[in-house]
Structure formats: C-alpha cells, structure tokens
C-alpha cells in the first residue's frame, strides 16, 4: 500500500493530452482509465441518465457499481442527451475544441453519422478517432461471444480422450474477460501512437479496432490458428497442464492445491529432486528412450511425470509443501479465492495499492497503473459522479 | 485476407523509433512485436544459439517454433554471448547508440548489474528502459502461477453450491496466458508513452512493469480484489453463466453449443419472444416478484431462464437454431474448434490475415495489427533466422 498524500512524480507521460471516451462496459472505459493514470485528461460522457453500464454488478451496499467507479477513476464525467441535435452539437464541440493535445474520440459507439471520423476531420483536421466495435462488421459482440466463436473454451478444464476425436462436447468459458482487457489496452496504445505522430507530422489518424479481430489477432500471433493451417488439426485440451512443457496442478494432504511450472531442466531437476523421485524420473527417462532435458519430451510424458511426483504432494501438508517449494527453483503458487488475496495481506504490502475514498463505495486499496516510472506509481482520484462536470466542460449539456 | 503486395500506407506512427528487446516467451517479445507493427524498428536479442523459448511448441514438421516465429515477426535478431565482457559491451552499444529515436531497452531479463537502468543512462542520458520481471520482488513467475495466486481458476468451469463454502477445491487454468498478453501490450504503451514525454521534454525513464502486478491491477479495476474488502467474500462460481446479466450455453438437438448474451432489455424480450417462452416468462416475472427489465433480476433468476429457454435449444437443430438467432438482436456465437474457425474460412475471409511466406513454417495467414489506421491493416515481413542480424547491427557479436 503507498501513501496517498506523497505527492505525484513532477510530470507524466500524457501530460497535455485530452481525451473523450464516448464508452460503455469494459474495453473503452479500461482505456480511458489507463490513459488517464499515464497523465491525460479524460473526459467520459454518457447519454443522459447513464450508459447501460452504470448499474453494473458488483454492487456496493448503496446501489453504487463497484464496476463503474472502477473504471473511471480519475476521470471527468459528462452527460449529454445524445438524441438532441444540442446534445451532438456539444460532444462535437468537445471533441474538437482547440488545444494541441485534444481532439481525440475514443468510442465503442461507432457508426453515426454525426459524430464520424469524418465528421469530425471536417471541423478539427488533426482529429484522432478510435472505434471499438463489437466485430469488424459492424454487429455488436461481447467477450463472451467472441472468445466461444474463436475456440479457447473448448479446450478449457478438460482433457481430450487418447486418439478420440476433439469438439465442442464440452465448453468452459473465462472468467477474466480477457479480450476487452486486451482491446482497452490496444486502444490506449493506437491512440498514444497516434498522438506521437500528429505531434511530428500534425496528421490524425481514423483508427478502427474491432474486438473480434484483437481476439483473432492475439490468437493468431500465439500459433492458436497456425497448427490448423498447417495440418488441419487444433491444439488438443490437456485439463489444467501448460502446453508444451512441464506444468499442472497438485493437491496437499490438506486439501491445499499449488500450480507447478517447471519451465527449465534446472527448475526439472529440483522438483525431481524435493519430491524424491530423481531416482524413478531417471529409470524411466531411461526406459523410455526419452530425453528430459528437452521440454518436448517433459511435456509428452506430463501424465506420467505428474503422477509420479503428486505422490509426494499428497503426502505432504500445505505447509511443507510450501515450505519445500519456496526453499526451491521451482516455479509455484498456492492457488488461492480472491478473498484471500486480500485477506492474506497482499494489498496492505503492496505499494501498487493505495486508500481511495471513493463516494458510494467507501475507501477500499485501489490499484494505481501496474508499472512504477522511475520509482513511482501513477495513481487517480475516485471516480466522478455521473455528470458532474457537464456543466464546467459543456455548453450544451444537459443535467444528468 | 488481404493482398501483401499492397503497398504500406504512407508513414506508420511509431516511424523512427528504434527498441533493443532482450526478451524472451511471450509477454516482452509481445510488446516487441506490436511496436514493429506499428512502425518502429525492433532488435531481439538473444543468447549465442537462442534463449529458453527458442524450439518452444507448437512446432512446424521442421522442428521450427510456430511461436518463437509468431512472436518475432518483423524484427532484427541479434545473438551476444551475454556472459562475456564484449557481448554485454554489444549490447550496450546497440541501446545507447545515437539517434532520436534509439535509446529504448525493453527486457524481461531484469535485474542484471551491466545493463541497469542506471548503468545505460551512465552512457546515454535519456534512455528508457522497460524490465518486465515475474514478480515485483524480482522472483520469477509465469502467467499460470501468477493466475492461481490471484483467484481466477478457483471461479472459473464450476459451480458453487447453493449456500455452500467457497474455496479452491477445483481449479481450472484458463489456457490463454491472458497475463503475459495484458503485460506486453502494457509495455508497448508505457514505452510509446514514454517515447512521447522524452520528444517533448528530453527525459528518459525507468519503467518497470512486474507481470504479477499487471494481473493484480486488472483485477483490481474489474472489482474482483474490491468486494472481499467490502465484505469479506469473493464472487461466486457462476460457471458458464456471465457475472451480473443473463448470459449463458445451450445445447442443440444435434450437439451444438452456442453462447447466448442477453445485455438488454430489448435482447432479453427477443431471447424470450424466439424461444416462445414469452407467457411463462412473464408469469415468472409476476410470481416471483421480480423485474425482468433489470440485469440484477434477470441474473438473479438465470437458473430458472436459461432452463426454461433450454427447452427451445434442444428441440431444434444447429442450422434452425443458428437461424432464428441471426434473425434476432441477441448476441450469440457457435461454439467452435480453433480447426473450424480456419475451416470456415473467417482468415480467408477476413482483411486482417495476410499470407506470409515464413521460412521453416511455409505460406500460412499471418495476422497483422489488429486495428486499421485510416482503413489500411498494419503487417510486418517473417521473423528472422536467429542472429541473421548480428554482423551487420554489432561489432562484438557472436554467429547464433
């Protein structure tokens, strides 16, 4: 946990810039906030009355969505009656309003004709725009669908039968809504590149980036869609172990469970060596013909390997066990509820957390933006109040 | 797919931008990755005859990375024998050599007395560098056990029982290393951001961004870490139901699953009206009390929906189903196999893929960027043979 009051580094990166994030949900908003740590004005505006966001679960208490205030910390919030020609009028308004650093639309509203790229270029040239869409169509998706059509919950939490065939028979979807996560920060990412470059060359930019294709993209890039080009099959599901080396969880004799990676043949040969299996491992490296010291052959043998040294979790408490893995190489974790994060005291000890009273929910330890720039972290304020600054940023505002 | 011979755009907006990454598996070469798409030129460096993720799987017939080439599409390859004084002074070199826009180390390789931040500015004052270590305490980690610490796997492909304790009894590992995507698209913003502060101001920075602080921070803003502080509990295991709406999976006559969002209320009424469950959804509504119009009702009560909608799914096959959907506004996607999503042909279709002949793998359909600047996708060349670069971007370097 830092120490809300230390004052802020002198300057952040994004000093100067000012951005409005026309959003809702997860992806522009996550943006929005990642910009706005990193030094930009960020000004959020929404219909009159919310975006349909704004009662999201989690709830706090009093109605308060712990999910909208996390979010949009540190920004500045405007509503506008978006169906009035006023009310289009002051968005444009503010979208285009001069300073060096303005004239940026982040949205995941696209495709009106009033507020388009072009549009806006006809008033404000250097104009930089970025559209979110659901799919590169046009149609509207959510992470839940897009991650279904792309192929990861098939092979999630189950393992394909030996030489059976391989489908959907089974789906487990994320948690973690992996892919808006990976769009927000795509998107500060075009628009920060963007910035840079009109800074040099005084050119805007009209950047569209659908999250179907920050799924497809990501997926290709990490070979997901390459094994099929090649020879028409996919990645089998092997339940929880890493593909392609030697990973997967164990149970205690307690009940503890730890996820194990043993990446390099040096962090192999420690978990061999602590669970007391050095011995068999090394019969049955020669038995087989194998070679463990290459991931490949780690990996084909997982099953056997796995089993061999769960003898030894299951024998063990979760204290000695942690015990021993920390005393190792090994590469570990005790899998933990997102209660006992917090309850274990990991927040308190870690100065990316900081007390932020945020009205509505109370103070709770809020994360500042994951990196430290030359020793610090960059941090907000609370989230506004729905409106609260439509009437200082606007003229044609509309109250919330 | 589109037609590689196209010319580029004129002028992408990280031109001039040279970045040194000494990085290895997927997190930092991610980053680097994303940088050269963008337009700046990107050196890995690894160790004479490769780092750890060098032969890493999948692998082509050929024994060749399909992810070390994935992943390091677009760049130079440099390979120093690290461990000797020339090779470090290479590096060296290679980082703090003159030009505007030179002068940037990303690594995840941190932590190293010879190539500290502070060692690199001795020579070049403003330098920036970016070390994304496992841990924030310098210990090492990877994405599967920094996400069974922090909570996911114990929420995720389950469900928990009405009433009953909650804890990590199952755990099932996402397959997406969602960690190492989320840390590497953060470097590349927090090294352009830093790039734009040091054009306009002549700073440089030390930025370092631990992979298991990125996981605590994304949780963080998405509420997870929030709740347990307000009341000590974690959010439930929903399964494939989505937290706080009605969003869940059904199944076909014939096998076929399909995941099914209902965001609104006009969505809602249309999953209602197509699965001709109107009148018993509204006298539900009227028995129970409750009030369909809102996400909070419509989630609180999805057990008792989605088994009254299922009724609909299983008494009709995959081609009505699909049929009835795509006349509709609800969100919804078939759920698919990696192999289908190529065999559909959605690359063949889609302008974000672009053939690339890459040595070692062949012709395949490589995804470029996944946004469009001014309509235009940006695509890099194949990743280089390991070294090719080293004589002709170093004077003290080693063949691989």
Do not use: C
Request: no cysteine; net charge negative; glycine share 12%.
């Amino acid at each position: 946990m830092s120490d809300p009051t230390t004052p802020a580094a002198a300057g952040r990166p994004l000093d100067g810039i000012r951005v409005v994030e026309l959003s809702s949900f997860v992806a522009s908003p996550l943006s929005g906030l990642t910009l706005a740590q990193l030094g930009a004005e960020v000004i959020r505006v929404d219909p009159t009355g919310g975006a349909a966001d704004v009662n999201r679960w989690p709830l706090a208490p009093d109605g308060t969505s712990i999910y909208w205030t996390g979010l949009n910390r540190g920004k500045a919030s405007v509503t506008l009656d978006l169906r009035s020609d006023e009310g289009r009028q002051a968005l444009r308004d503010l979208v285009t309003a001069p300073g060096a650093g303005g004239g940026i639309l982040v949205t995941n509203s696209a495709g009106r004709d009033w507020m388009s790229h072009d549009a806006l270029a006809a008033i404000r040239p250097d104009v930089i725009t970025l559209e979110l869409p659901g799919r590169r169509d046009g149609r509207p998706a959510v992470d839940y669908t897009v991650n279904a059509a792309l192929g990861f919950p098939a092979v999630t939490g189950q393992v394909d039968e030996q030489g059976g065939g391989h489908g959907v028979g089974q789906v487990v979807n994320h948690v973690l809504p992996a892919w808006d996560v990976a769009a927000g920060l795509h998107a500060a990412l075009a628009v920060v590149a963007a910035v840079r470059e009109r800074e040099r060359t005084g050119r805007g930019r009209h950047i569209v980036l659908p999250l179907d294709d920050v799924a497809l993209a990501t997926a290709g890039t990490l070979g997901y869609l390459t094994e099929p080009q090649l020879d028409g099959t996919s990645r089998p599901a092997v339940g929880n172990h890493v593909y392609g080396t030697f990973g997967t969880d164990f149970t205690t004799s307690d009940g503890g469970r730890f996820m194990i990676v043993a990446l390099t043949t040096r962090h192999f040969h420690d978990l061999a060596r602590l669970t007391g299996t050095r011995e068999a491992v090394d019969a049955l490296e020669t038995a087989a013909g194998a070679d463990f010291s290459t991931e490949s052959d780690r990996y084909s043998y997982r099953e056997v390997l796995a089993a061999l040294f769960a003898r030894w979790f299951s024998a063990h408490t979760t204290e000695e066990v942690a015990r021993a893995l920390s005393e190792s190489v090994v590469l570990h974790e005790r899998y933990r509820t997102f209660a006992e994060v917090v309850s274990d005291g990991d927040l308190v000890a870690n100065p990316l957390f900081a007390r932020l009273d945020q009205p509505g929910i109370g103070p709770y330890l809020a994360a500042a933006h994951p990196a430290t720039f030359d020793g610090a972290h960059l941090t907000t304020g609370p989230a506004p109040r729905l409106g609260a600054d439509t009437g200082r940023l606007t003229t044609g505002g509309s109250p919330a």
